[in-house]
Every structure is written in structure tokens, then in C-alpha cells.
């Protein structure tokens, strides 16, 4: 069974600050994907990014980016110039790529981006 | 917005009785997902439909059921209600089994 782990349960910065969260997976699978969810107050689930694990370059979108180690199964998120909006809960999530079916989310990080 | 819809938004009901919540995909998509999301539990996998078949089960109690229907939306019916069911049901969709999956706004079920 896959397991998705987030460290840090809470997290603070200053507005235009970088910030990264952390995210390790555990997986006996070769193919795969990974993804971070974002989950304002509103409770609304949100696809940040995503990246396939058979690609070696780092998948970004916007001020958004991850740095993807897999031999260390390791799916850390930054954010860049963080603005007030991107105060929310973060999910770390895995999908297998065979069979593919459902997430498996990690236990979310609750980032507050302060005035 | 995602384009999945979820009804109701809030349900309030006693512990024993019987619910029924309401998604449609995104028009076009064929894979319907239920999760639930408590405190205790987390963000946790229930169901997966395609195109009307059932292709995938989690942590689904006895108690829950789903179906999908031919015109794609699907339903989860919970029975017998406990406090413990108190949660965040989510729904979500894809274009096939794979693809990323867009949630629904959720539907918040208490049970007291």
C-alpha cells in the first residue's frame, strides 16, 4: 500500500516570502504520478500541480514549482513571491499510474501567509 | 469552478437515518471518485465508478453505497447514521481512470 507523509502540520511566512512544503511517499511502483492539492477556507479542493513520475524535469506552473527526488521519494512544493491567497491547506497527493484509481493524500500542511 | 456539482451543500440530520448525496461530473467525464474528509481520518478514498461500473472500493463501510447513473452523475447513499459519519463528502472527476482527477465543492453531512 502507498503512503503519503507531510511533516510539517503548520507553517507561517510573510507575504511575498518563499516558502516550501515538504512531502514524502512511500511506493513499491515504477510508474506514478503526484500531485499537490490546495484547499482554501472556502473547502473547495484545488489542483496546484502535478508531475509524472517517469519525467525527470520538475513540473511548474506560475510561482508555483516542485522539486521531485525519486530515488528519495521525496514531492516537496515551493512557492514563490507568496501572496495572502495562498493561505490554505496543502495536500501532498499519489496516484499509481497502472490501475490508476484513487488519491492517496498525505495528512495536509496548514500554510499562513502573513500581511 | 471545476465543473462538478455536488448536492446538498450542508446536510443535517439523527444518528440512524438515511442520506443521499448528489454529484455530476464534469461534462465529458466518465470517472466519478467519492471521498471523505474528517478530522480524524483525513482525506480518505470511498468509491470509484466508470461509465456506470463500479472500478474501485476504499475504505468504504457496509453501510455506505454508490451507483452511477447512464447519464453519468452518480449518488452515494449513507445508512444508518453514526456521529462518527460526520465529514466533508467530496466528489470528484476525471476523463478516464488516471487523469487528474477536479473535485466538487463538497457536501458537509452532520450527524447529531
Known amino acids: 500500500a502507498q503512503t503519503v507523509t507531510q511533516s510539517q502540520p503548520e507553517m507561517s511566512v510573510q507575504e511575498a516570502e518563499t516558502v516550501t512544503l515538504s512531502c514524502t511517499y512511500d511506493t513499491s511502483e515504477n510508474n506514478y504520478y503526484l500531485f499537490w492539492y490546495k484547499q482554501p477556507p472556502s473547502r473547495q479542493m484545488i489542483l496546484v500541480i502535478r508531475?509524472?513520475?517517469?519525467?525527470?524535469q520538475n513540473a511548474t506552473e506560475n510561482r508555483f514549482s516542485v522539486n521531485f527526488q525519486k530515488a528519495a521519494k521525496s514531492f516537496s512544493l515551493k512557492i514563490s513571491d507568496s501572496q495572502l491567497g495562498d493561505t490554505a491547506m496543502y495536500f501532498c497527493?499519489?496516484?499509481?499510474?497502472?490501475?490508476?484509481?484513487?488519491?492517496?493524500f498525505g495528512q495536509g500542511t496548514r500554510l499562513t501567509i502573513n500581511p | 469552478d471545476s465543473g462538478v456539482t455536488q448536492t446538498p451543500k450542508h446536510l443535517i440530520t439523527a444518528t440512524g437515518q438515511r442520506v443521499t448525496l448528489r454529484c455530476s461530473p464534469r461534462?465529458?467525464?466518465?470517472?466519478v471518485y467519492w471521498y471523505q474528509q474528517s478530522l480524524d481520518q483525513g482525506l480518505q478514498f470511498l468509491i470509484q465508478y466508470y461509465n456506470g461500473e463500479e472500478r474501485a472500493k476504499g475504505n468504504i463501510l457496509e453501510r455506505f453505497s454508490a451507483q452511477q447513473f447512464p447519464d453519468l452523475h452518480s449518488e452515494l447513499n449513507l445508512s444508518s447514521l453514526e456521529l462518527g459519519d460526520s465529514a466533508l463528502y467530496f466528489c470528484?472527476?476525471?476523463?478516464?481512470?488516471?487523469?487528474?482527477?477536479?473535485f466538487g465543492p463538497g457536501t458537509r453531512l452532520t450527524v447529531l
Open positions: 461534462s465529458g467525464d466518465l470517472s
Open positions: 497527493a499519489f496516484m499509481k499510474h497502472v490501475q490508476a484509481q484513487k488519491l492517496v
Open positions: 508531475q509524472e513520475a517517469y519525467k525527470q
Open positions: 470528484a472527476s476525471s476523463r478516464s481512470t488516471g487523469d487528474e482527477q477536479f
